[in-house]
């Protein structure tokens, strides 16, 4: 496996960050694409939008984007990366066009076949730009930060050892070492369902998190959100 195992390594420390992230990769892959790939490329561009998006200045540009329009620095980075990532999409998006079968639609053919719908509907949403962009925000949203929370579990019940005994006997007891855990475990398994949730709960994966805004009036409720300036 990629970034070693206990054998692999001879039992010396070994930095799980790659494999981490290519699990989540590989689910979001094999959603969008029914496919697997070569990682590295993407990880790559993942991690790197990941690490500037936490950068104190960038943060900074968040709440005051007009600074971030005119100062040079990292932050430009970004737009890079984020067009970089679409251009991936596409690629894929390309190749899923070139064989699309009406009568057999899985994963991201779906999307196409309704965008091949309503291609002369001017009012369409499904159309390239916005399946590029949704795959982007999948991938920027569901990869680093999935790895990095378990990251940070794995690193809470090293600190908390007697946290990891009851996890191991409930997983030994539910679901054994005879087949893969299924989602239907989650019922039987309340404590590693709370540990998870505590989890999420303690750490601090985002500190200012990503600002958003309302490009429009909106009415919930009692409530009126209103139009970003």
């Given at each position: 496996m990629p970034g070693g195992g206990a054998q692999e390594n001879k039992g010396s420390a070994t930095d799980p960050t790659f494999i981490l992230s290519c699990a989540p990769c590989n689910v979001i892959c094999s959603i969008l694409f029914r496919d697997r790939f070569k990682y590295n490329y993407l990880m790559n561009l993942l991690n790197e939008n990941f690490r500037l998006v936490n950068e104190p200045w960038i943060q900074l540009y968040n709440f005051l984007p007009a600074f971030g329009t005119y100062l040079p620095g990292e932050h430009k980075r970004i737009f890079n990366i984020n067009e970089e990532l679409k251009d991936f999409i596409l690629e894929r998006v390309k190749e899923h066009q070139k064989v699309l079968d009406p009568n057999n639609l899985r994963h991201i053919d779906c999307y196409l076949s309704k965008m091949q719908q309503e291609k002369d509907n001017p009012q369409s949403q499904f159309d390239l730009e916005n399946l590029k962009v949704i795959g982007r925000d999948l991938f920027t949203a569901g990869t680093v930060t999935t790895h990095s929370t378990v990251r940070y579990g794995l690193l809470l019940i090293l600190k908390h050892p007697e946290v990891q005994a009851k996890i191991h006997e409930e997983i030994g007891r539910v679901i054994g070492h005879n087949r893969l855990p299924s989602i239907k475990d989650r019922q039987d398994m309340p404590y590693m369902d709370a540990v998870v949730h505590e989890v999420q709960r303690f750490i601090d994966l985002i500190p200012l998190?990503?600002?958003?805004?309302?490009?429009?009036?909106?009415?919930?409720?009692?409530?009126?959100l209103p139009q970003s300036q």
């Open positions: 998190n990503v600002p958003h805004a309302v490009n429009r009036d909106i009415h919930f409720q009692q409530y009126i």
